[in-house]
């Protein structure tokens, strides 16, 4: 049998006890990546301002992040494949806080555009490399806690990383905003290099084992449903701040409270579907799409009404902000003997689906409005969670 697993590696725990202290920069730097990549969405239209394009303009600099995670993805292990994964990684926080820190004092899109090229290759690497991390932290045994810590970082970030920033623009503008976060990045890299232990190389995948792995059954439906499912998402959220300024009345700090509904929901859906996942996940890779889809759909509908657009965002966050742990989840249970290969399909799944989410969501925002781009998330939700349903009815390929 060929497999894209690692190799096993030995852990670096003593007795019971795990190396907390690096599942912890493991997860801040999981959330300082996935919150500079989304700070866009919360301050759009305070960049679009300063630098005198449209919110469809600046709304490109997520596609240009998630256009560079989708190349580098399923392929930084090959070009590095025998760097250790501590040194990588360290070499990425800096590049992303690099890339910040450009962004805080480009003059034009155009620079900031080359800047997010260097957070999009960080993200997707600390992707790719996180299971062979958690693995050599934690070791096979405690696996899913370890990873936990990473999806946690990344559910935070995606549900509260973006109020934040719109609070913090409130305060300092827009481009200190993003001076913070690079300079933050820039400290946590020490942090990476003091605190992880040395994570040697695991085996390198390829083209073929990745196409290979689609072809099983049930994972190319599972797949398209993830990829889906994501498009749906940031066709409504990467445009968030544009749909909420539609309420009657709204004002910056409405916008601040509605956004941090987002987060707090996606808190508790964090640790509750966390808690359960294990024996739900095919129940949650259904239910939850159809739901975020609803609440998507009443985001827009619901306009008129603060408290219900609340409860709406407060739902759409509680079920999206888990997504990541269901997906990877799905692998773990689908897949077992091809996780490496899953994780990268998963990544590609993910960033991709954000590109093609702000590139169409920007073309359809700027010409009509930001209604059809919330009808067409909430279609894409909708068939990513029909065909999660088809995968889930279809038996898994044993491996002995």
Same mark, same amino acid.
């Given at each position: ?47 679009? %301002? ?13 596609? *240009? ?18 760097? %250790? ?71 935070? &970030? ?32 020490? &942090? ?71 987060? *707090? ?19 949650? &890779? ?73 590139? *169409?969501?920007?073309?359809? *925002? ?12 909430? &279609? ?21």
């Amino acid at each position: 049998m060929t497999t894209t697993a690692s190799t096993p590696l030995a852990s670096e725990t003593h007795g019971d006890r795990i190396r907390y202290g690096a599942l912890i920069v493991m997860m801040l730097l999981s959330f300082l990546l996935v919150t500079a990549e989304f700070l866009p969405n919360g301050i759009l239209t305070e960049m679009a %301002d300063g630098l005198g394009i449209t919110p469809g303009q600046a709304g490109q600099t997520v596609t *240009v992040t998630a256009l560079v995670g989708f190349i580098v993805a399923p392929t930084v292990g090959m070009v590095f494949p025998h760097l %250790d994964r501590r040194t990588l990684l360290v070499w990425m926080a800096l590049a992303a806080a690099v890339s910040n820190l450009v962004v805080a004092i480009s003059p034009n899109l155009i620079i900031i555009l080359l800047a997010r090229f260097l957070l999009g290759a960080a993200l997707s690497t600390f992707w790719a490399m996180s299971i062979t991390v958690a693995m050599r932290i934690a070791g096979p045994e405690r696996i899913g806690r370890a990873v936990m810590f990473t999806s946690a970082g990344t559910s935070l &970030a995606t549900v509260a990383g973006v109020p934040v920033g719109v609070l913090l623009s409130e305060i300092m503008d827009w481009r200190g905003v993003f001076a913070l976060a690079g300079i933050a990045t820039g400290l946590l890299a020490i &942090a990476l290099r003091a605190l992880l232990p040395q994570v040697p190389a695991a085996q390198v995948s390829s083209f073929r084992l990745l196409i290979d792995t689609i072809r099983r059954p049930g994972v190319g439906l599972g797949l398209s449903g993830h990829v889906l499912v994501v498009l749906g998402h940031f066709l409504a959220y990467t445009y968030i701040r544009l749909a909420l300024e539609r309420m009657p009345d709204v004002d910056a700090s409405t916008i601040v409270v509605l956004l941090a509904l987002f987060g *707090v929901g996606g808190l508790i859906g964090t640790i509750t579907i966390g808690v359960i996942i294990d024996r739900s996940f095919r129940l949650f &890779a259904v239910l939850g799409p159809a739901v975020i889809a609803v609440a998507v759909g009443a985001t827009i509908v619901l306009s008129g009404s603060i408290v219900g657009v609340g409860i709406a965002v407060f739902v759409w966050g509680f079920f999206f902000a888990s997504w990541l742990i269901v997906v990877n989840t799905w692998v773990g249970h689908r897949m077992p003997d091809r996780l490496e290969a899953g994780g990268s399909l998963v990544v590609v799944g993910f960033q991709g689906a954000i590109m093609v989410a702000a590139g *169409v969501g920007g073309v359809l *925002v700027d010409s009509i409005g930001v209604e059809p781009s919330y009808g067409l998330g909430a &279609a894409a939700l909708v068939a990513g969670a029909a065909l999660f349903g088809l995968s889930n009815r279809t038996p898994a390929e044993t491996h002995s």
